[in-house]
């Protein structure tokens, strides 16, 4: 995943530019990067490895030494970015955020179209960045580039390109990531989360529309391609990724979370538990949903370590952040032992994680774990956003388990273990509650957390679970 803090001001920007990009630390581990320019000095960059230590002691030396009226950051799980290019539209520095599934296709065109070589790679492959870069130079201006560069691409891509005259924020085509703008007395920003600029002292102006592209000065925003009508935005933001003071389309992340939990209490009959407990951070607020909802005592048996271990140190091999993961929750024993323990967690994704919670529980004394995920079992790989670093559906537990079950199977089949009305989906979930050694296991319902989004389900990217776009 990742995510962007853009500023045009009237004045030297880099302070608003420096934490802002810091507070999209929860959506990238890997690289970050902040460019700047002014009319004297022209374009400035800096880009780091954020893999063993968070952004801010990363850039507070180029924070104190960087200058520019405008500004570009990014915090990536991927390619290093922002970018400089140097190209018929001129000079300018572009990021983004998004997912290319044709990318070879698309080199494969562009290299024989007379391009003669990419300069940045990332993990052995073309930077995703530099490929965006490519297709945009491809025509007359960055607008019609802009364009061509989402229509051409399978997947999703949200550009931010910034040029000397002021930076051009481009929200993908069906509208699956945020693209919010603020503004405060000389200067306006965007950003992937809203939340970033409140505490620098910008108020809202509003968010872009699925495949707007606008302009952003210090003098304000205009929109330069009006919005399309279909919207996809992803749902899981609300779920997982979403910082919990996030919110999209209006919708609170923290508030929608209080509803799922409580949607989920509501369908929860015949479990008796002495205790709810979230698991940290991002099943916290589903679980006190749970909690207000069906009257069981909402406790904190496990605390998360954050002093030294913050997202943004989590490393991207998957076992390392299996083990660190294990390492960050410490236990409160006289809140576990003898307890029937009720956990509430964001979602299953691999189930390593909530297994090990599980043995970590029984472990500490409990007697009982009743495991609740707020969001149905996840059954497709993401094919629009780079949410997962899985490589294969099969990673996913609840895949595992289907094949298990049956072996290999047609999407009909898959349709009908989707369905938490049939018997292949109670025998599901029976499976992997058997596997994982939950006391039970009961997964949300879409048509509940669809509801508990509140936004119309046509808008609502729900793919990962039920393989419809």
């Keep these: 995943m990742g995510g962007f803090f853009g500023v045009a001001s009237k004045e030297n920007c880099v302070f608003d530019l420096f934490f802002g990009t810091d507070y999209h630390s929860h959506l990238g581990t890997r690289r970050a990067g902040m460019v700047v320019y002014d009319d004297k000095n022209g374009f400035d960059r800096a880009i780091h490895n954020i893999e063993n230590a968070p952004f801010r002691t990363k850039f507070d030396r180029d924070a104190t030494s960087m200058s520019g009226r405008l500004g570009l950051g990014s915090i990536s799980d991927y390619e290093p970015q922002p970018l400089i290019v140097r190209s018929h539209h001129g000079t300018y520095a572009i990021a983004t955020v998004g997912k290319i599934n044709n990318a070879a296709q698309i080199e494969e065109e562009i290299l024989e179209a007379g391009h003669s070589h990419f300069l940045e790679m990332s993990g052995g492959e073309i930077n995703a960045t530099e490929l965006v870069a490519a297709l945009i130079n491809r025509r007359d201006n960055l607008i019609e580039g802009i364009q061509y560069a989402q229509e051409r691409i399978e997947g999703s891509m949200t550009i931010l390109i910034l040029t000397p005259r002021g930076i051009y924020a481009a929200r993908d085509k069906n509208g699956r990531t945020p693209v919010a703008v603020g503004r405060k007395d000389g200067a306006y920003c965007v950003c992937f989360e809203s939340f970033a600029y409140l505490n ?8 872009l ?4 592209i606008a302009v952003i000065t210090a003098e304000g925003m205009q929109s330069l391609v009006a919005p399309g009508k279909r919207m996809k935005i992803c749902t899981f933001l609300w779920v997982y990724y979403g910082y919990p003071s996030s919110s999209y389309e209006g919708i609170s992340v923290e508030e929608m979370r209080y509803r799922c939990g409580a949607a989920l209490a509501r369908r929860d009959t015949g479990v008796s538990a002495d205790t709810v407990a979230g698991v940290p951070d991002s099943g916290t607020a589903h679980a006190i949903g749970y909690a207000n909802e069906s009257g069981v005592p909402f406790s904190r048996p496990f605390i998360k370590y954050t002093p030294t271990w913050p997202r943004s140190f989590m490393p991207t091999i998957q076992s390392q952040r299996n083990l660190i993961a294990r390492m960050k929750l410490i236990p409160v ?17 691999r189930g390593t994680q909530l297994r090990d919670t599980a043995e970590f529980l029984f472990r500490s004394g409990a007697t009982e774990v009743h495991a609740r995920p707020a969001c149905p079992p996840i059954m497709f790989g993401c094919r629009f956003l780079n949410f997962s670093r899985a490589t294969s559906d099969m990673e996913l537990t609840a895949r595992r388990s289907i094949a298990e079950l049956e072996g290999d199977v047609s999407p ?3 349709a009908e273990y989707a369905n938490p009305d049939s018997g292949r989906y109670a025998a599901m979930v029976d499976h992997l509650a058997k596997k994982m050694n939950f006391t039970s296991l009961r997964y949300h319902r879409l048509d509940d ?7 119309a389900p046509e808008n609502l990217c729900t793919y990962c679970w039920n393989g419809k776009d």
Aim: hydrophobic share 40%; charged share 30%; net charge negative.
């Design 200 to 207: 620098l002292g910008y108020s809202e102006v509003r968010e």
């Design 209 to 212: 529309g699925p495949g707007e």
């Design 333 to 349: 024993h006289d809140l576990i032992k003898g307890r029937r323990m009720l956990l509430v967690d964001d979602s299953i994704v």
């Design 412 to 414: 009909e089949v898959l």
């Design 449 to 455: 957390l669809v509801e508990s989004v509140g936004i």
